[in-house]
C-alpha cells in the first residue's frame, strides 16, 4: 500500500499524459495551444482522479477508465476557461499563470472552452467504441452531461454571478455550491462506478461519498480563499469576498466552517465502509481534500 | 406524396414542439429563458429535418429519430450565440430579432450557449436509453461531437475569425465553408444514417450528399447575404462584406457563383440515386437549398 500522496502523483502524472493524447491532430494551431495552455496550467486533476480510484476500488485498471477519467478534466478545464472570461468573473490569473482569454484574447478563449466541451463527449464516445461498452458510455455521456449542464454546473455558475453582492442563506450557498462544484465531482466518482459496473447499492454508497466531500471540498476552498496569499493560490487573496460573494467561510466562519467540512469528510468515509472494498484510497482522498493547504 | 414546401412546414412544426420538450424543467430562470428566447428566434430547421428526412428515406418514423434531430438544432443555435458574441462577429441582430447577449447579457449569453451544447448530448444520450440503441447513440454523440470540434465547426470559426480582412483563395474559402457549417450539416444526414441503420454504401452515398449540399448551402447563403435587404434576412445587409470578408460571392462573382450551387445540387442528387430508396424528399430539400430566396 502507497501513501495517499505518492498515489496523486503518479495519477496525475498519468492524467496529464492521457489529456495530451486526446488532444485533436489537426484543425487551426491556435485553438489547439489555447486549449493546450490551460490543460497545463495545472491543477490537482482531482476529478480524473476520483474517476480512477472509484474504478480502482471497484476493480478496474487505470487504463480500462483513463479516456472517461480525463473527459471530467476536459469538462472542469472548459468551465474554468469561461468562468475567467470578462464577461463573467473577469479573472486576469488562474494558478499563478495569466487566464486563457489574456494570452489569447476573447474569441479563442470562448471557443477553446467550447472546444474542450466538445471534445469530453468525443472522448466518451471513444471510450465506448474502443471498448465496445456501448451502454456503460452512453450512461457516462448522461451522467456527465447532466452535471454539466442547467440543473449542475451551468446552473451553479448563474446562481453564482447573481449572488455577487448579496446576502445568501447557508442553505443558499449550499446549493449553489452543489450545483456549481459538487455536480461534477459526484459525477467524476459516479463515472468511475458506472465504468466499473458497480451495483445499485453501491452506487449509492458512492454517491453518498461524493456528496460530502463535494461540499467539504467547497467549503475548503473558501477558507484557503480568505486565508492564503496570492502568491499561494495563483489567484488575488480573498477574490471572492473583495466581490462581496457569500461564500461558507464568511456566513459560518473559518472556525465553524472547517468543522463541518471535517463533518462531512467523516460522513463520506463512513458512506464506502460497507462497500466490501478496499477503500483505504477513497478515505485518503477525502481527507487529502480536507486536510490540504492549497 | 406531398410537395416540398408543405413537408418543410410541417417538419418543422414537429421539431418546434420536440425542441420544447428538450429543454430542462428546473434550473435557473434567466439561463432558462434565454435558451428558448435563442431556440424560438426561428430559422428553418433545416439540420433536424435533413435528419429527419434521411432517416425518413431509410424507413424509420420520426419519432425514433426526433431526439437526435434536435440535437443537432441545439448544437447549431448554440454555435449562433456564441459566434454572435461581442467578442466574435459582435452582431446585434439575428433573424430579425436582437441577438441572445444583447437581451440577456454576454455572461448569460455564454453559458446559454454552453447549455445548449450541453444538452445536445443529454438529448443523444436519452435517445439511446430510451430506445436501448446504445451502439447508435455512441456512433451519433461521436459524429456530432467531431462534426462540432475543432476539426469541424469550432475550427471553422476560428479560421473565418483569421480571415476577416484577408484575401482567400477559393480554396480556402472552400475549407472554412466545409468546416464551419458543412460539418454539422453532414453530420445532420449522417446522424440520420446511423439512427436508420444505414450499411457502408448507404452512407457513402447519403456522405456525398451531404457534402454537395452543405458547400452548395453556403455559396447560397453568400449570394443571399449581398443581395437581400436588411430587412429581409434580419441582419444588416452586405455584413461580412462589410467587414471585408472573403466569400464564395465575392472571389466568383455572384453569377459564377450560382451556378457552382446548382452544379453541386445535382451532384448531390445524383449521389444518392442509387440508394434503390424513395429520394423524391432528399431531391427537394437539395434543390429548396439552392433555390431558396432567404
Not at 95 to 115: E, Q
Not at 145 to 168: F, Y
Not at 195 to 223: M, P, W
Amino acid at each position: 500500500m502507497i501513501g495517499i500522496d505518492q498515489y496523486l502523483e503518479e495519477k496525475k502524472a498519468l492524467v496529464n499524459r492521457a489529456l495530451m493524447e486526446c488532444l485533436p491532430d489537426s484543425g487551426p494551431q491556435e485553438i489547439r495551444e489555447a486549449m493546450i495552455y490551460s490543460l497545463e496550467a495545472g491543477g490537482k486533476r482531482l476529478r480524473p482522479i476520483l474517476t480512477l480510484a472509484v474504478a480502482e476500488t471497484l476493480g478496474k485498471k487505470d487504463d480500462q477508465v483513463l479516456d472517461v477519467a480525463c473527459a471530467l478534466e476536459l469538462v472542469h478545464t472548459y468551465s474554468l476557461i469561461h468562468d475567467d472570461l470578462p464577461a463573467m468573473d473577469d479573472s486576469d490569473m488562474r494558478r499563478g499563470k495569466p487566464t486563457c482569454h489574456r494570452v489569447y484574447g476573447d474569441a479563442i478563449a470562448v471557443l477553446a472552452g467550447d472546444a474542450l466541451l466538445t471534445l469530453a463527449f468525443e472522448v466518451v464516445a471513444r471510450y465506448g467504441l474502443k471498448s465496445g461498452q456501448f451502454k456503460k458510455a452512453i450512461l457516462i455521456s448522461s451522467e456527465l452531461s447532466k452535471a454539466a449542464g442547467v440543473k449542475g454546473m451551468i446552473g451553479g455558475q448563474v446562481l453564482d454571478l447573481k449572488a455577487e453582492g448579496r446576502e445568501l442563506s447557508l442553505l443558499e450557498i449550499e446549493n449553489i455550491s452543489i450545483m456549481k462544484t459538487g455536480a461534477l465531482l459526484k459525477a467524476s466518482v459516479m463515472c468511475g462506478a458506472i465504468a466499473a459496473g458497480a451495483g445499485k447499492k453501491e452506487r449509492a454508497s458512492l454517491e453518498r461519498y461524493a456528496s460530502n466531500i463535494g461540499t467539504a471540498f467547497q467549503i475548503i476552498d473558501d477558507i484557503l480563499d480568505v486565508e492564503s496569499s496570492a502568491e499561494e493560490l495563483g489567484k488575488p487573496t480573498g477574490s471572492d469576498r473583495k466581490r462581496f460573494m457569500p461564500t461558507f467561510a464568511a456566513v459560518l466562519g473559518i472556525e465553524e466552517a472547517r468543522i463541518k467540512a471535517e463533518n462531512l469528510c467523516n460522513e463520506a468515509i463512513m458512506a464506502i465502509q460497507d462497500l466490501g472494498r478496499p477503500v483505504e484510497i477513497l478515505n485518503g482522498l477525502a481527507k487529502k481534500l480536507v486536510f490540504r493547504t492549497k
